[in-house]
């Protein structure tokens, strides 16, 4: 007798689950029932702003798998319909047709629950005027770009500093448009220190976009027609013929609250190492709905990212298929680019570190991408922290041109293996001029922290 597999969300997490549940088991011993309440299914939001920018051509191109290929493949994607509840006790969901309003129930063995996240906006007079958009999902991209085609001005105001508003900034900036961006915070790109993201800041005005920091909005002021005009804070108002909003997002979480499943700190549904709903033999969860372990602070976390999001997925699919695999938590590596500024950061800030109760020590080296003789070589600073008296690595940020950005993955490597700075300076990294300088630039700082923690002895 077949069991039936219902998944909530078409997108990464919940089609990797799906799709690997489906390898692993055929459709005469496992029926795969998913719910997707989007247009697409299986996309890269991660894209949008590139695609907005003009990088990528085509809306398409963000699409890895469509919901025929999804069918073809015996899973029963049902699109443009909502699941507006789950009966735990009962084993079951109920769905609406977003088209037709039908509703219905279906059963369930096993749930995988995917909903992700949902933006932020805030509650702001003027938020939903024309020409305020987020840019969550492809057809956010496809409403922005419209927007973009039927308004003639070129005046445009992101609202947030973090890795989607910066990203934003550049699309905009690279479709002619005269860029500000207004940020609540110290310096923008707030998962690095404020040290750090002052030399963001830098290169954005450098290329030729406004950014206010300490800035929070107050209100979306409109004009006659209904239609966005400008964006005001308390000291200021900003002209706008259109605004994007990157203010973050929250786990979506509102169905799992309802049915009571476990929550943490910030919203997420809590699970298991096999990505199981604590206390529910026969739920899973992942993608941006969860809560997951920090391995260096050893605390749960909300870290939406597109990579934890497969990757929870085929944990959650090989689980659901008979076999066994783990998720075992993240250490915080992002990276991002504004233009030709390459940015990254990995482990613990400063304000982290303090928070669960470490104490570190900072070094701070500038460096080039490539030997200093060697056409092309571009600045780089390195931040790193390091535990006072062990000399673990606690965290590791970059920002620098061409070659900076994914040195950060040298640093996520020795956070995961719990390496310390002294360990980190025997790392047998390639080198050739075109490359890096003979002492790549990760390793001088590894060399730094060493000798601040004897010297914190």
């Not at 799906?18 to 998913?34: M, N």
């Not at 129930?105 to 003027?126: H, M, Q, S, Y």
């Amino acid at each position: 007798m077949s069991e039936r597999l219902v998944v909530i969300g078409g997108d990464a997490a919940g089609m990797s689950a799906a799709s690997q549940a489906r390898r692993l088991r055929s459709p005469g011993e496992l029926e795969v029932v998913a719910f997707e309440r989007g247009h697409f299914s299986s996309y890269s939001a991660c894209g949008i702003p590139y695609w907005v920018g003009g990088d990528v051509a085509t809306r398409g191109e963000l699409i890895a798998r469509s919901p025929e290929e999804h069918r073809a493949r015996d899973i029963d994607l049902r699109m443009r319909t909502e699941v507006t509840e789950i009966d735990v006790p009962g084993q079951r969901v109920r769905s609406r047709d977003l088209e037709s309003g039908a509703e219905a129930w279906t059963g369930f063995d096993k749930l995988v629950i995917a909903t992700g996240a949902r933006p932020l906006r805030p509650p702001l007079p003027g938020i939903d005027a024309r020409g305020v958009h987020g840019v969550q999902t492809l057809d956010d991209g496809q409403a922005l770009l419209d927007s973009l085609a039927g308004t003639p001005g070129r005046r445009a105001v992101v609202v947030g500093a973090g890795y989607i508003g910066v990203e934003m900034a550049e699309a905009l900036l690279n479709r002619g448009y005269e860029v500000t961006v207004l940020t609540r915070g110290e310096q923008p790109m707030a998962t690095l220190d404020p040290d750090m993201g002052r030399l963001v800041h830098r290169a954005m005005d450098g290329l030729g976009i406004r950014t206010v920091v300490s800035a929070p909005v107050t209100k979306v002021l409109t004009g006659p027609d209904g239609g966005v005009r400008a964006v005001a804070t308390d000291t200021d108002e900003y002209p706008a013929d259109v605004v994007v909003l990157g203010t973050g997002v929250v786990p979506e979480t509102s169905l799992a609250r309802a049915a009571g499943l476990p929550l943490g700190e910030y919203g997420g549904l809590l699970t298991d190492l096999a990505m199981r709903v604590r206390g529910h033999g026969n739920i899973w969860a992942g993608g941006d709905c969860v809560e997951v372990l920090d391995l260096v602070s050893g605390r749960e976390r909300h870290v939406p990212l597109g990579t934890h999001a497969n990757k929870h997925g085929q944990v959650i699919g090989s689980n659901v298929g008979g076999g066994y695999a783990t998720f075992p938590g993240v250490v915080g590596t992002a990276v991002s680019k504004v233009c030709d500024l390459e940015i990254a950061r990995t482990g613990l800030r400063e304000r982290d570190a303090r928070e669960v109760g470490l104490r570190f020590v900072t070094v701070t080296v500038e460096s080039t991408s490539r030997a200093g003789y060697y056409p092309g070589a571009a600045p780089m600073t390195v931040k790193m922290l390091a535990e006072r008296r062990t000399g673990r690595l606690l965290g590791v940020q970059i920002v620098g041109r061409e070659g900076a950005a994914k040195r950060v993955d040298i640093a996520a490597v020795a956070l995961t293996a719990g390496m310390t700075v002294e360990g980190m300076t025997a790392l047998d990294l390639g080198y050739a001029p075109p490359f890096s300088p003979v002492w790549d630039p990760v390793l001088v700082a590894a060399r730094k922290a060493v000798a601040a923690v004897r010297a914190a002895e």
